[in-house]
Nanobody
Framework: QVQLVESGGGLVQAGDSLRLSCAAS????????VAWFRQAPGKEREFVAD???????DYADSVKGRFTISRDNSKKTVGLQMSNLKPEDTAVYSC????????????????????WGQGTQVTVSS
């Protein structure tokens, strides 16, 4: 089982870029898929992106073309590069992980993901 810690959040202006990082501790990180979710005040938590253990990625339509998820198994980290940020991207961003087998399809549902970090705040001003 892995433990997750997010970092990199902050206050930026619309159009700026920001990179979030999700650092994992524990063993067998390379066998985990990792996802990013976000939750804005008063709104439901929503899927942002995920990356499989083989490196395949999936994005929510709202961030496709602006956000890029990547992983470095040697460092046990997953990054979320966010560009052209918009005020509607303001939220607490959390990473989540699940131990998977290679053929397991991933899900955008939050309850698919077993381990969660505590979150990092991203605020985009207009």
């Amino acid at each position: 089982q892995v433990q997750l810690v997010e970092s990199g959040g902050g206050l930026v202006q619309a159009g700026d870029s920001l990179r979030l990082s999700c650092a994992a501790s524990g063993s067998q990180f390379s066998r985990y898929a990792v996802a990013w979710f976000r939750q804005a005040p008063g709104k439901e938590r929503e899927f942002v992106a995920d990356i499989s253990r083989s490196g395949n990625s999936d994005y929510a339509d709202s961030v496709k073309g602006r956000f890029t998820i990547s992983r470095d198994n040697s460092k046990k980290t997953v990054g979320l590069q966010m560009s052209n940020l918009k005020p509607e991207d303001t939220a607490v961003y959390s990473c989540a992980a699940r131990h998977t087998i290679l053929t397991m399809p991933l899900s955008r549902a939050a309850d698919f993901w077993g381990q969660w970090g505590q979150g990092t705040q991203v605020t985009v001003s207009s």
